[in-house]
Nanobody
Framework: QVQLVESGGGLVQAGGSLRLSCAAS????????MAWYRQAPGKQRELVAR???????NYGDSVKGRFTISRDNAKNTVYLQMNSLKPEDTAVYYC??????????WGQGTQVTVSS
């Protein structure tokens, strides 16, 4: 059974920082590309950041230079360090694990709220 469990969300003031974690189980973590997506009320889910199994990263334009994705294969965990947070970063953040043909899995989401 595959599980992706996010943690680290919460309420923070604009300009502050949060670090999200996503602990994976039931998959060969090192072989999966891992990503963070977010969805704000009334908006479509959007890619925030992705890290491949090789460690290559890419980011959504709105978070470049502020957010950093990383992974620890020994801990089966992916992280999202979020700095200089803005009210428009408020959303539910979802962890995603993707391996072509093999599987595409989602976590339950964690709420991030940035107050102005």
């Amino acid at each position: 059974q595959v599980q992706l469990v996010e943690s680290g969300g919460g309420l923070v003031q604009a300009g502050g920082s949060l670090r999200l974690s996503c602990a994976a189980s039931g998959i060969i973590f090192s072989r999966y590309a891992m990503a963070w997506y977010r969805q704000a009320p009334g908006k479509q889910r959007e890619l925030v950041a992705r890290i491949t199994s090789d460690g290559n990263t890419n980011y959504g334009d709105s978070v470049k230079g502020r957010f950093t994705i990383s992974r620890d294969n020994a801990k089966n965990t992916v992280y999202l360090q979020m700095n200089s947070l803005k009210p428009e970063d408020t959303a539910v953040y979802y962890c995603n694990a993707l391996r072509a043909i093999i599987g595409n899995y989602w976590g339950q989401g964690t709420q991030v709220t940035v107050s102005s």
